[in-house]
């Protein structure tokens, strides 16, 4: 077994020579574009043209800590917040048109790759807490969890909760299609939000929501 580390030159170069004259490369229709769940049609599908490597990353906000949103200890955000702790809080995303979207987030500056050991325990308790809670709720099937991190430096959890029986949504097309559905009513979404936080609250403690 090889053990050469590929750089990202490298990666680029492979991924370049498998692009055809205009630099796409060909859609993989026996991968995803192939599952049932796929919401586009495949014959009108081409993917973009393979842009060159970046100079370097993009920096995020709050790379440095004192400018992260967390360095002024703001107050919880009576519109959003949807639980608390000490250490933690869950927000609300209306934004989103699922049955509930949620973000967990610590209150300490940190990212997923230096979270302090006694943070990284609870929060493995609160990501199992907050999916059942989510899943309690009768208009989710399933919950999925993402964490992307690209646009802020701050650790940000998403827990999405995924429409009960709407087998089109399932897996990782359902942001796709959760870009095209109707928009959810707020009282919708904080029905749902106040009945993940007194689950919550039951099994881990921590505050509910103001609007409850």
């Known amino acids: 077994m090889s053990d050469h580390l590929e750089t990202p030159e490298e990666f680029h170069a492979r991924v370049a020579a498998a692009t055809d004259a205009e630099g796409r490369l060909p859609v993989a229709v026996t991968e995803m574009p192939g599952w049932d769940i796929f919401p586009f049609e495949i014959d009108s599908l081409r993917i973009k043209p393979l ?33 608390s702790n000490e250490r933690w809080i869950l927000t609300l995303d209306t934004s989103m048109r699922l049955p509930i979207a949620v973000n967990l987030l610590p209150r300490e500056h940190c990212d997923l790759t230096d979270v302090p050991d006694d943070l990284a325990g609870e929060m493995g308790r ?26 802020g430096a701050h650790l940000h959890l998403f827990l999405f909760g995924r429409p009960a029986r709407m087998l089109q949504l399932r897996g990782s097309p359902l942001l796709d299609w959760e870009e095209n559905l109707p928009a959810v009513p707020l009282e919708v979404h904080r029905a ?21």
């Not at 920096?59 to 917040?81: L, M």
Request: hydrophobic share 40%; proline share 10%; net charge negative.
């Open 51 to 83: 842009q060159p490597l970046a100079d370097a990353e993009p920096p995020r906000r709050g790379e440095d800590p004192a400018d992260c949103w967390c360095a002024a200890a703001p107050a919880d955000d009576p519109e959003r917040t949807v639980w």
């Open 192 to 212: 749902h939000a106040t009945h993940v936080a007194a689950r919550l609250v039951e099994r881990v403690g921590g505050t509910g929501p103001a609007w409850s």
């Open 126 to 151: 609160l990501v199992v807490a907050v999916s059942a809670a989510i899943e309690s709720l009768p208009g989710v099937g399933r919950v999925q969890l993402a964490k992307y991190g690209d646009g």
